[in-house]
C-alpha cells in the first residue's frame, strides 16, 4: 500500500481480504516476530491511526481454527 496516497483524505475506507491469521485484532499482537509481515502489517495500520473495524471471525471452516481475515479500516472509530 502507498502510504502517500492515503494521506490528506478526511475519510478513510480500506477493506479486504487480507489473509493475516497471524493478528489478534482483539489484543493487537501478533504471533510472529517483529520482521513477519503480519507484525509490519499491524504497525502499519497503527503508524496511519486507521481503526479496524472486524473482530470476529469471518473464516470458519471444519478442521481450521476461525480467524479474522475480512478487515475494514477506517480512519474514524
Known sequence: MNLDKIKGYSHICILGDFNFKEINW???T???NENHQATRFLEMTR???LYQHTL???RLRDGNVP???DLVFTNEE
Do not use: A, I, Q
Request: cysteine-free; proline content about 7%; hydrophobic content about 35%.
Open 26 to 28: 482483539k489484543t493487537g
Open 30 to 32: 501478533t504471533s510472529v
Open 47 to 49: 503508524d496511519l491511526f
Open 56 to 58: 470476529e471471525p469471518t
Open 67 to 69: 480467524s479474522v481475515l
